[in-house]
């Protein structure tokens, strides 16, 4: 196999498809996901064979009536269920509260304080995750009556280089 990335000299380009390149692999879309049951976070995984590039994670978080205080955070976990990275808010939600959250990689700074009818935009890491890898929101004191809904993800999914 070649060292990548390959030289290609100006006349060798004819078209995007004649580069043999990453990004004529890749495909970027948004999709949603059926919302968790009640009292569970969301948790989303690589599917096989590709890699993710996961741009923004957004959910709409509606507390219970039960009193609890509710911190919102995200993790990524690898194949193998081990935690990679997490981060949680610090102020909590909570009963009968509503907050979308928008986890994205283009959000660098510190976490915005989650209020109610608020909208919160909230760090990710940026690299692509692997197959198997999974990525989700993680809620301390999640209660039976607390659901997540309006699950939308964009993501740049990418094929391996050829010949891997």
Do not use: H
């Not at 060798?12 to 879309?29: E, G, K, M």
């Not at 993680?138 to 659901?147: K, P, R, S």
Request: aromatic fraction near 14%; charge should be negative; include cysteine.
């Amino acid at each position: 196999m070649a060292d990548y990335p390959a030289f290609v000299s100006a006349q060798q380009l004819t078209s995007p498809q004649a580069y043999s390149d990453v990004y004529d692999r890749t495909n970027r879309f948004s999709f949603r996901p059926p919302p968790p049951a009640a009292g569970a976070d969301i948790s989303i995984t690589v599917p096989s064979g590709v890699y993710w590039d996961v741009n923004t994670l957004s959910a709409l978080f509606t507390a219970g009536a039960g009193v609890a205080n509710r911190l919102v955070g995200f993790f990524v976990k690898n194949q193998d269920g081990q935690t990679v990275y997490t981060y949680q808010t610090t102020t909590a939600l909570t009963a009968n509260q509503t907050c979308t959250f928008t986890f994205s990689e283009d959000f660098a700074t510190g976490m915005q304080t989650p209020a109610n009818s608020g909208l919160i935009l909230c760090p990710s890491p940026k690299p692509y995750f692997l197959p198997g890898w999974s990525f989700g929101t993680v809620t301390g004191a999640i209660a039976a009556a607390d659901q997540w809904s309006a699950v939308t993800t964009w993501v740049e999914e990418s094929l391996p280089p050829t010949g891997e």
